[in-house]
């Protein structure tokens, strides 16, 4: 009999499982250079965005120089450029990427009995055994994946499932997809990305907010710059954003990026926005706005925006709110603990996690938040301005500038529908969590004519996406393209590009000509000279002097005239007379002091 009412529960707890979206994401928290995102829905690249969401199936590549952060809470992978790297799976239990191109760093501060890292690259797949940090350097024109353990241990398999452990200090080079190793050694050297990291890794170490917030909440490294940390009586740590707009308030400046499995997800313009949007509530202490972290648990939920949704007195539509000459929708964030409820599917155990709260129930459809009706905290926006594209800011303002008879009656109601819904077509085509296909137990065989059909993809992606970049310039920003581009040129242009090609090769003859007749002529001008000095010491009346009289001709030629004696002494044409030294003065007779 227990073991029949156990059977149901056990398959009750799974089905619970596939339902509820990952309970931990990754994001960008930093983003230096050019660097492009594209989900599992189609192939749109747009610029990666900081505080933009990463989960299943996303893909990022970076350009020459660009270095881009993920962070996950517990874990931070790095990306120096160019690179190109895929989300394969990202869960509550599993961590799987695939590396096509570049440099890449992934540490692990935190790996839970059961969890599982692997980096997939053409050549081969890591497998971490424990925590560490591990560096992974593809290089596709030699065919090579470069391995470096700097912390940690991990084993890496081969197309054939041949296995292979790698500790820590040590570095390898493969080549080819069956484990073939071209060279093994220690690490000796860090080169500029590997003291990057260091200092992006001293980042997290030195956190003043870990002891506050749990580790596991991706984006806390990034309070300590921007806010201070208070005890508040009732709410215990709270957190003070430094800003200075006027009419600030929580989800008010960012915008509304639509994200599966959750919807409408918000992503702040603040680089320290993305805590204090998924995690946590928010309360106003006096005339300041605090983020409350809540409790502390090691593995927080994560939550697309923890804000309410109000429409008018009936409460029947989502863009019931009037903004201008059309349709618009009204949010407020939740104050400490009240309940959050999901938009989608969820099950009760994952509600619960998501409400750490003692206090925290849900609430009936009359019942009234903390900041739902107070309009300074309310945020308004139109229907035009969720989920913009690339190159248009949203505006959303605050609910004080909404006539009051707008506020009296309001409802909480669901979020807006999605413009062009598509429903679940995209989560039908990749799969429930249960039907793709599960790693294969002890031996892992890496993807590699898929990761490779998925370079070939995103090269031809990037290439479309900056041709459209190139076309939507105006013409006097668009870039001239080079002489070893292939264009259509017109026969007359052709023609003049020819002649001043002929002309250029003329004036070049030309002028070897010229160096060459100077170049004779200071030939023979110092022939001339050197025979002149050769004729001056031949004469008799230069040999028969003593050498300390004879003529020098080099050094007259660099004497003054004046300093040349007069051509009576130069010239005399009887034998030199010897000189007398006047040993008083220690000068030759005749010569005057």
């Known amino acids: 009999m227990l073991l029949c009412l156990a059977m149901p529960l056990g398959v009750w707890a799974q089905q619970a499982e596939q339902i509820d979206p990952p309970a931990r994401v990754a994001y960008i928290s930093v983003s230096e250079g050019s660097a492009q995102i594209t989900g599992g829905d189609g192939p749109t690249w747009a610029p990666a965005v900081v505080n933009t969401p990463i989960t299943t199936g996303v893909r990022l590549t970076t350009q020459i120089g660009a270095r881009t952060e993920l962070h996950t809470g517990w874990s931070a992978f790095r990306l120096a450029g160019p690179s190109a790297l895929e989300v394969t799976e990202l869960d509550d239990t599993s961590t799987r990427l695939a590396l096509t191109d570049g440099s890449f760093s992934a540490r692990l501060r935190d790996l839970q009995s059961g969890e599982r890292f692997e980096v997939n690259t053409p050549n081969v797949a890591l497998v971490a055994n424990q925590p560490g940090e591990y560096r992974f350097d593809v290089n596709p024109a030699n065919d090579t994946t470069r391995v470096s353990v700097h912390d ?140 409350v972290p809540g409790p502390m648990v090691r593995r927080p939920v994560y939550a697309p925006a923890v804000v309410g949704f109000i429409g008018g007195s009936s409460g029947d539509v989502s863009w019931s709110i009037s903004v201008g000459s059309g349709p618009g929708a009204a949010w407020f964030p939740l104050a400490p603990g009240e309940y959050w409820e999901p938009s989608y599917r969820s099950s009760t155990r994952y509600r619960r996690a998501l409400n750490p709260w003692a206090n925290a129930r849900p609430r009936s459809p009359a019942d009234v938040f903390h900041f739902q009706r107070r309009p300074h905290a309310v945020t308004i926006g139109s229907r035009d301005q969720f989920g913009v594209g690339e190159g248009r800011r949203p505006r959303f303002t605050s609910g004080t500038r909404v006539p009051s008879a707008e506020w009296s009656g309001n409802r909480l109601i669901p979020p807006p529908p999605r413009p062009g819904n598509r429903g679940d077509r995209n989560e039908r085509e990749r799969g429930s969590p249960a039907q793709r296909p599960p790693f294969a137990g002890s031996s892992v065989v890496p993807q590699h004519d898929q990761i490779r059909r998925e370079r070939e993809r995103q090269q031809d992606r990037t290439q479309a996406w900056q041709e459209e970049r190139q076309r939507q310039r105006p013409p006097h920003q668009q870039e001239r393209p080079r002489l070893d581009q292939p264009r259509a040129v017109q026969p007359q242009r052709e023609h003049q590009q020819q002649q001043m090609l002929d002309r250029q090769r003329e004036m070049r003859g030309q002028q070897q000509q010229i160096d060459q007749r100077r170049s004779m002529q200071r030939e023979q001008q110092f022939q001339r000279q050197r025979e002149l000095r050769q004729d001056v010491t031949r004469t008799p009346q230069n040999q028969q002097r003593p050498p300390q009289m004879q003529q020098r001709p080099q050094r007259e030629q660099q004497r003054p005239p004046q300093m040349r004696p007069p051509p009576s002494q130069r010239d005399s044409g009887g034998p030199p007379r010897a000189p007398r030294e006047d040993r008083g003065a220690g000068r030759f007779q005749g010569e005057e002091p």
């Open 152 to 291: 940690g241990s991990a084993t890496v398999y081969g197309d054939a499932g041949q296995a292979m452990s790698v500790r820590a200090g040590e570095q390898l080079v493969f080549v080819g997809r069956s484990l073939s190793v071209a060279s093994k050694g220690a690490i000796t050297y860090r080169d500029d990305f590997d003291q990057w990291v260091a200092s992006r890794n001293a980042l997290d170490d030195r956190s003043v907010s870990a002891r506050y917030v749990s580790a596991g909440t991706p984006g806390y490294q990034q309070l300590d710059a921007y806010g201070d940390w208070a005890q508040e009586t009732e709410y215990g740590a709270v957190w003070y954003p430094r800003v200075t707009v006027a009419d600030w308030a929580p989800y008010r400046y960012g915008h509304w990026a639509w994200v599966d499995p959750w919807g409408w997800t918000w992503v702040d313009d603040a680089p320290w926005g993305f805590a204090p949007s998924h995690y946590g509530r928010w309360a106003q202490i006096g005339p300041r706005w605090a983020w």
